[in-house]
């Protein structure tokens, strides 16, 4: 198991727009990476331009495969400048 944790800071104007764009890019990932098991998009209630992922891989290389997709290179080309901070953590998970 692979895990990464994103967390975004958007810029208040952008909010509302990368909303909607990380909920498609978390369908997208799901629909179309066999690899990818969980993709789960989370948004502080108190702040709507705090944004954190938490997303689970097969393996190390799975995650590769996501970060070289048609559909995650769009959605970082149209959302770069709508973020003030990215912030990516990866995990393992215990050997079985």
Same mark, same amino acid.
């Given at each position: 198991?692979?895990?990464? =944790?994103?967390? #975004?800071?958007?810029?208040n104007q ?8 990380? *909920? /498609?890019?978390? !369908? ?20 709507? =331009?705090?944004? #954190? ?13 996501? *970060? /070289?997709?048609? !559909? ?25």
């Open positions: 198991m692979y895990v990464v =944790t994103v967390e #975004f800071d958007v810029k952008h909010a509302a727009s990368f909303r909607k764009a990380v *909920l /498609q890019q978390a !369908h997208n990932t799901l629909s179309r990476e066999k690899d990818c098991h969980r993709f789960d998009v989370c948004f502080d209630p108190k702040d709507d =331009t705090r944004v #954190f992922l938490y997303e689970i891989y097969t393996d190390e290389n799975a995650f590769h495969e996501h *970060l /070289q997709s048609n !559909h995650i290179s769009n959605f970082n080309g149209k959302v770069k400048d709508w973020l003030d901070r990215k912030s990516i953590q990866t995990w393992v998970g215990p050997e079985e």
